[in-house]
């Protein structure tokens, strides 16, 4: 699959950081982020951190996502994200609920540069798969159904979950 516009890095050393409310408006931002984006603080603060969503990036990620942070879990992830001009950016995240007295309050995310080899050789190829199930479909919820189905039985032959499998990737990173 083409990505839009050109392909952005940030140094091996830097994290992105960002904090989110329950409902995933953006409450903190690092210089990093706001760098890579090309975005200033004042345009996104209190806006959805989907903000810098990336087209091409499969929903049922974020599905997996999101089930894992309502249950109070953190998630690893391969995630591509767009800047305001449209070019990209690949990140390997890690999101955990914030809590406040065991109560969660928002979200925590912290992404590093992930191993390009990794995302040319495995997480492309699986994701690019997984977007065509999703865009096949008419029906939205039933497209990120179909492409969530598609992933479980990628893992299941590999008899890993998908935080092993992210996991086992990560390692190489």
């Known amino acids: ?22 409902k995933g408006r953006l409450t903190y931002t690092n210089d990093i982020f706001l760098q890579i984006a090309s975005y200033s603080e ?13 087209p091409n990036m499969p929903r049922a990620i974020f ?4 089930k ?17 001009n449209g070019d990209h950016y690949w990140v390997i995240a890690h999101v955990t609920p914030s809590t406040v007295n065991g109560e969660i309050v928002g979200y ?9 080899q990794t995302i040319k050789k495995i997480i492309e190829p699986l994701y690019d ?7 096949a479909n008419s029906n939205r919820k039933e497209g990120i159904k179909q492409s969530i189905e598609a992933l479980n039985q990628i893992l299941a032959e ?13 390692r190489e990173d």
Do not use: C
């Not at 894992?68 to 305001?84: H, Q, R």
């Not at 798969?129 to 865009?135: C, P, W």
């Open 1 to 22: 699959m083409q990505y839009p516009g050109k392909e952005l890095f940030f140094d091996r050393n830097d994290l992105i950081v960002s904090k989110t409310d329950l």
């Open 129 to 135: 798969k997984l977007k065509k199930i999703e865009d």
């Open 108 to 116: 925590h995310s912290t992404r590093r540069v992930p191993n390009p």
């Open 68 to 84: 894992n942070l309502a249950e109070g879990e953190e998630i690893f992830a391969y995630v591509v994200n767009s800047s305001k």
């Open 63 to 66: 599905e997996l996502l999101w």
């Open 42 to 54: 004042s345009e996104v603060i209190g806006k959805p951190h989907n903000i810098i969503r990336n």
């Open 158 to 170: 590999k008899n890993q979950s998908y935080n092993e499998f992210i996991a086992t990737l990560a």
